[in-house]
């Protein structure tokens, strides 16, 4: 299991405590030093059944500062993958990666998900 975190991200702390309170084993890889492919992305996003709307930071000072919230709903997918890719601070996070699941965000509710080790179809 991977997670894509941002060391000054309280919502990523969040996640990385309840992974190590329950004892589940990952990899932390810093989203703005490695952040997915669009190759990649473009399968994660595929998992996660989320709209583009939904994988994106939009309360980022990137995604503000870029204007894309009047733009997303229009670009098209292999654009969105780009540019997501090209800065991980775009992309929001934590983004944990696992074989049941991917999950853009943190809500408890999912991460419990994989304690039961159900899949993002199940979810």
Known sequence: MIIYSHPKCTTCKKALKWLELHNISFE??????????????????????????????????????????????????????ELLASDGMLIKRPLLVSDEAVFFG?????????????????I
């Open 28 to 81: 932390v890889k810093d989203i703005r030093e490695e952040p997915p492919t669009a190759k990649e992305l473009q399968v994660l996003v595929e998992r996660s059944a989320l709209p583009l709307t939904k994988v994106f930071n939009t309360s980022g000072e990137l995604y503000r500062k870029l204007g894309l919230k009047d733009v997303i709903k229009t670009m098209e997918t292999s654009k969105a993958m």
């Open 106 to 122: 943190f809500k408890e509710e999912q991460y419990e998900q994989l304690l039961k080790g159900e899949s993002n179809d199940k």
